[in-house]
């Protein structure tokens, strides 16, 4: 708008790494004497989770310290987020026996497995007001300097979280399953806060590369979640900015 005001737009997608755990178990009884029979166990349980977040925002900045080596900027705007969080849950039990005792037969046996599986998917789809202050200072004589931003935002928004549930019973040669899904609609206010600083390599005077480390935290998110609970993300960033001379 002039050297004081400026207007800005920006998106970000962030996809964090899954984590993973699994642990396995297992038991097995019997004896050795004539025919022999014995027992035998084991299982599992097993978890994936993984979430990403897209952000969309506009905002107006106003910058009342401006001078050839440093600045410090106001901001105000609007932010967009859309937030999914996936999360499966397996675990599975098999039970065996063999000996004389079971069924009819010196040879005869029994086996059944138990396999269950739950998935829970949520996604979080809201808006809402943005502020923030950020600042710059350029070494003298040299194309290096350094940089730091510090924003929150309040985002009113609709959370849908649809858990999925599966159960297999084999034993025999037959099997059987049940299952069931239900999902769950609730409006939500997300906090949404961020803070960054890098070093920046100026490319000419309207033109900046920046170097740093960033954190986020959203609080109130995913259906895993209460007033008291967040998801922190935080990192390394590279990012390019440039305004019109």
Do not use: C
């Not at 440093?70 to 849950?89: M, N, T, W």
């Not at 070494?139 to 350094?146: K, N």
């Amino acid at each position: 708008i002039d050297d004081a005001w400026d207007v800005r737009f920006g998106a970000a997608l962030n996809k964090m790494l899954d984590s993973t755990g699994r642990l396995e178990w297992s038991g097995a009884a019997g004896s050795g004497s004539g025919s022999g029979s014995g027992v035998s166990v084991s299982g599992f349980i097993e978890g994936r989770t993984s979430f990403g977040f897209a952000t969309m925002d506009f905002e107006v900045g106003y910058t009342p310290v401006l001078t050839e080596n440093q600045s410090v900027r106001l901001f105000a705007g609007i932010r967009g987020l859309y937030f999914a969080q996936r999360s499966e849950f397996s675990s599975g039990f098999s039970f065996s026996a063999f000996g004389s005792g079971i069924g009819s037969g010196s040879g005869s046996s029994f086996q059944a497995n138990v396999l269950g599986t739950e998935l829970m998917s949520s996604t979080f789809i809201g808006a809402g007001p943005r502020g923030g202050i950020s600042a710059a200072h350029r070494f003298d004589s040299t194309r290096f300097g350094v940089s730091g931003t510090v924003a929150g935002a309040l985002l009113l928004g609709r959370e849908t979280t649809t858990f999925t549930n599966e159960v297999t019973f084999d034993s025999g040669g037959s099997s059987s399953s049940f299952s069931s899904s239900f999902t769950i609609i609730t409006p939500k206010v997300v906090v949404d806060v961020e803070a960054k600083g890098g070093v920046d390599y100026y490319l000419n005077d309207n033109t900046v590369l920046t170097i740093g480390y960033r954190a986020e935290v959203l609080g109130n998110v995913a259906f895993d979640s209460d007033p008291g609970q967040y998801k922190l993300v935080h990192g390394p960033f590279l990012s390019l900015f440039g305004a019109l001379p």
